[in-house]
């Protein structure tokens, strides 16, 4: 069946550096893509969301970048603290359907 | 004042007994969600109101059985408990269905012995 993945389950990132977590996706009618933030002990947090029509698209310090060619999209966390160490999710959707399907984490540590 | 609460937070029981986890959200939200958070950290649907209607029932053991009171409410009840149902189950909410945005809550972590 169609799956949301990500290439490396685990990363490590010293402190002040920039992370990049990636995540494939094989539904070629996705068209909405969420990242979620997920520190231990709590429930995920939504970070950004991108549409099919954009490439790009940022936040405060983070950044979605979506090929769409490849079907892949990463997330960019600039300057990286020690409170962003959490499991990150990225989830898809596409127009008509009502759920969300994750994919299955990348584990984010900061090294201080 | 928090947005989306879940009650017990941790559930320890034994094999065959029925449980329930309730949920509230004091966000407003028209629409509520029941995820399954497994061992290795995978999240997946198994129901969403909307307005106190079904919208979503994933392929989910009749054994569970989700009930909304009213929009800010989504209690899950679970008959006949299994070991394959311990799990971190997280409830969620969003402002309208097919919302990507969801606020979940900070889960109940289940254990069946």
């Known amino acids: 069946g169609e799956s949301v993945g990500l290439h490396l389950p685990t990363l490590s990132v010293q402190e002040g550096d920039n992370s990049i977590i990636n995540c494939a996706y094989s539904n070629s009618a996705s068209d909405y893509f969420i990242w979620y933030k997920q520190e231990s002990g709590k429930g995920p947090q939504f970070i950004i969301d991108?549409?099919?029509?954009?490439d790009k698209r940022q936040g405060q310090r983070v950044t979605v970048l979506l090929n769409k060619t490849v079907k892949h999209l990463s997330l960019q966390i600039a300057a990286t603290q020690p409170g962003d160490s959490a499991v990150y999710f990225c989830?898809?959707?596409?127009?008509?359907?009502?759920?969300?399907?994750f994919g299955t984490g990348t584990r984010l540590t900061i090294i201080p | 004042d928090t947005a989306v609460s879940q009650t017990p937070k941790y559930l320890v029981t034994q094999m065959g007994n029925d449980k329930s986890i309730k949920c509230e959200q004091n966000?407003?939200?028209?629409?509520m969600y029941w995820y399954k958070q497994d061992s290795k950290k995978f999240l997946k649907i198994m129901f969403s109101y909307n307005n106190k209607e079904l919208i979503i029932n994933e392929t989910v053991p009749n054994r569970f059985s989700p009930k909304s009171p009213d929009k800010a409410h989504l209690n899950l009840h679970i008959n006949s408990l299994e070991l394959g149902d311990s799990a971190v189950y997280f409830c969620?909410?969003?402002?309208?269905?097919?919302?990507?945005?969801?606020?979940f809550g900070e889960g109940s972590r289940l254990t069946v012995l």
């Open positions: 991108i549409r099919s029509n954009m």
């Open positions: 966000l407003g939200h028209d629409t």
């Open positions: 989830a898809e959707a596409y127009f008509g359907n009502e759920k969300l399907t």
């Open positions: 969620a909410s969003s402002q309208a269905r097919g919302s990507g945005e969801l606020f």
